[in-house]
């Protein structure tokens, strides 16, 4: 199970934390994606951190201003978001798949969005 949490309203140059609280399996196994969802686009990847906690950033535009982290202790993995733009606006998601960072297809299990607003 996981539940991704964090987002708001935050004005343009502003910081967000978004977290995903995991249960039921080891962050050590399994891998954590964040991905996001802006009005009329399609769904795309944004990180990804793996069972090794090794973490990958996959957007260009957010490199640089998200990083990405896990505590294994709370069973939750943290996507800081600095620096923040209105093009980051979007409903955001954390899903979980085996070990490995991969594609959003091949990823099996989605938490609920959490909607991260930039507007002045």
């Known amino acids: 199970q996981l539940q991704a949490s964090g987002g708001g309203l935050v004005q343009p140059g502003g910081s967000l934390r978004l977290s995903c609280v995991t249960s039921?399996?080891?962050?050590?196994?399994?891998?954590i994606g964040w991905f996001r969802q802006a009005p009329g686009k399609e769904r795309e990847g944004v990180s990804c951190i793996s069972g090794s906690g090794g973490s990958y950033i996959y957007l260009d535009s957010v490199k640089g201003r998200f990083t990405l982290s896990r505590d294994k202790a709370k069973n939750t993995v943290y996507l800081q978001m600095n620096s923040l733009k209105p093009e980051d606006t979007a409903v955001y998601y954390c899903?979980?798949?085996?070990?490995?960072?991969?594609?959003?297809?091949?990823?099996?299990?989605w938490g609920q969005g959490t909607q991260v607003t930039v507007s002045s």
């Open positions: 899903a979980t798949r085996n070990y490995y960072c991969s594609g959003q297809k091949d990823y099996d299990y």
């Open positions: 039921g399996f080891s962050l050590d196994l399994y891998a």
